[in-house]
């Protein structure tokens, strides 16, 4: 029985984990688990029943969502795990993928709809926005929107989009790469060698420092579009030297010897809590070289 439960899983845990929300970081692991196996008919009967559960549930809304998110990501990493050189290539070229999907959706709106899909965009996040002003009270509303206009907060949601989706994609495919390294799935450490250390020691491109420093300059200055796609870049840059902090902290359990529920309660808390800490330590590792600092202590 429990056998049966475990084969019939991922044929429709994909789909339940991304309605919960919550939990739809860990929506694509469920179909990666299938794409190493030989016959490729499971796994996209698992993309079909998946995609029904999240289309009855969530709407076709949530499915486009679904698929841009999930499926794309879930059937385009192993390819390009199994061909790419490196693991950092296979995840920027997960992203463009991921990338190539909203350009897609945003090509069909505007063929289907007639209309400019950023319009569109611009007019559901004001109608999120009005929504949430009217459900909340107005202490609560001020403190989410840290004071501002609810016309510029309309204005700033609008803006950030591009980075919110990035970021969530980034996440989605790191969490989809350390699951994969932790079980092994598709041979992924014998293929690029990965010891027991690598995710301890991972360090973001080191040439990504100076797109992230020129982009932070350029948000101390009101140039229009120009701040706009600079503050997008930067805040998807930060999330990658987020990662980077994660590992540095990972390190530091590891040598302080913190495990178990101590060390889940760590990353909740420098997550959710200090995450300015976080991006401190990814950011400037490379110059302080906090992993070998730590060693020392």
Known sequence: MRETMACALP???SGVLFITGIFAVFAPVPLLLLSGHKDRKRLWLAVVINSAVVLIAGGRTSLVFFGIFVLTMA??????????????????CTLLAMAAGWLLMAVSYA???KANPVTGAR????????????????????????GADLEEWKKSLITEVPSAIAVFSLVLVWTSIVIMIRLDIGRIRE??????????????????????????????F???AATDV???????????????????????????????????????????????????LGFFD??????GKIRQT
Not at 123 to 138: F, G, H, K, T
Not at 246 to 264: D, K, M, P, T
């Open 286 to 291: 490379l110059w302080f070289d906090f992993r």
């Open 123 to 146: 007019e559901q996040v004001a109608r999120l926005v009005d929504y949430l002003s009217q459900s909340v009270s107005s202490e609560m509303r001020s403190q989410i929107s840290s």
């Open 111 to 113: 063929v289907v709809y």
């Open 230 to 280: 600079a503050t997008n870049i930067f805040k998807f840059l930060m999330a990658v030297y987020a990662i980077q902090g994660v590992s540095v902290l990972s390190h530091a359990f590891e040598v302080w010897n913190i495990r178990g529920l101590l060390r889940s309660i760590g990353y909740l808390l420098a997550v959710f809590i200090m995450m300015p800490l976080l991006l401190g």
């Open 11 to 13: 044929f429709f845990l």
């Open 75 to 92: 059937i385009s990493l192993p390819v390009f795990l199994r061909r790419c050189r490196s693991v950092e290539r296979a995840a920027a």
């Open 191 to 220: 293929r690029f060698k990965i010891s027991d250390e690598y995710l301890r020691r991972w360090k973001a491109p080191e040439y990504l420092v100076w797109p992230t420093i020129a982009s932070g300059v350029l948000l101390l």
């Open 222 to 224: 009101k140039a229009g």
